[in-house]
């Protein structure tokens, strides 16, 4: 059962967030007969199911609570995780910068718990498809409950290999990695990413960022870009209107580009890979 479906109340299966006082949430999906138990009283499921969206719902303990569909941020964030997941701050700005829309055809490596997955899947539809690879099967596991949790299993053919070997896939519109050493698998991505296709990967320090950039540009990449992404919340209060006290700020530096052919002298790269890139780009365009 899709999680993100068009329905005007919850219905069995559905992934439902009872949303409480102090930001508090539980995320869980729908069944008959079944009850959630929290530190802020009971619900029977079969109370919820028939519920509009939107609706106040209280606890055997008088609690009040809001019954909502939980959004993509939400899900994300609060999935069951064994490795470190990227926040959604990074996934929005990854999906819009990669291109990754409906009917595309993506790879990732770096399943992890899934997130990412689940957040690509979401993105390309019912016509694209995602593949991921990662060398560990426990992790797998836990990627694959999660995304059949939230009905997008169907979308991801999920791989477990080291990378090294190279990806099955030709001809894919992006390539995400989520690994600590992405500069060893530049030319696998090449050789399964189409001509003008987004390559994108996330590294918390910068000595990785350093050792990628020359590899990128060895392999005909162009169009590099680098950045890391600061969110700050305000306080929604009109007297009241300053930031808060915390802020989400560096959890890693993104780093962009695409497989681009330009014209330069194989012997000239070979000694200084650093100079094809961005200024090689330029040139052509002049």
């Not at 490795?83 to 700005?93: A, S």
């Not at 189409?194 to 162009?222: K, S």
């Not at 700050?232 to 009109?238: G, L, T, V």
Request: hydrophobic letters at 40%.
């Amino acid at each position: 059962m899709d999680w993100y479906r068009l329905e005007d109340v919850a219905k069995e299966g559905d992934l439902v967030e009872l949303y409480a006082l102090k930001h508090t949430r539980f995320i869980f999906n729908l069944r008959k007969g079944e009850v959630f138990q929290s530190h802020r009283g009971m619900f029977r499921h079969d109370d919820l199911i028939g519920k509009p969206w939107g609706s106040q719902v209280k606890s055997h303990l008088g609690k009040p609570f809001l019954l909502l569909q939980p959004s993509l941020s939400d899900v994300l964030l609060e999935i069951p995780r064994v490795t470190q997941v990227i926040y959604p701050k990074e996934v929005g700005f990854i999906l819009i910068n990669m291109g990754i829309g409906p009917g595309k055809q993506v790879l990732e490596a770096g399943t992890g718990s899934g997130g990412l997955t689940a957040a690509l899947a979401y993105s390309v539809g019912a016509e694209g498809h995602v593949t991921s690879y990662d060398a560990r099967a426990d992790i797998q596991k836990v990627a694959y409950e999660n995304l059949k949790r939230l009905g997008l299993d169907v979308r991801v053919t999920l791989k477990l290999r080291d990378i090294r070997e190279g990806f099955d896939e030709k001809n894919q519109d992006a390539v995400f990695l989520d690994v600590q050493n992405p500069h060893d698998y530049i030319y696998q991505v090449r050789g399964s990413l189409r001509a003008g296709g987004f390559f994108g990967c996330i590294l918390p320090t910068a000595n990785q960022v350093i050792r990628l950039l020359p590899v990128l540009r060895e392999a005909h990449f162009g169009f590099i870009e680098i950045c890391e992404i600061l969110l700050r919340y305000y306080k929604a209060e009109a007297e009241r209107f300053r930031p808060v006290d915390r802020m989400v700020a560096h959890t890693g530096f993104l780093v962009f580009s695409r497989l681009v052919n330009l014209p330069y002298d194989d012997e000239k790269a070979s000694e200084n890979p650093r100079e094809i890139g961005d200024e090689s780009v330029d040139q052509v365009l002049e």
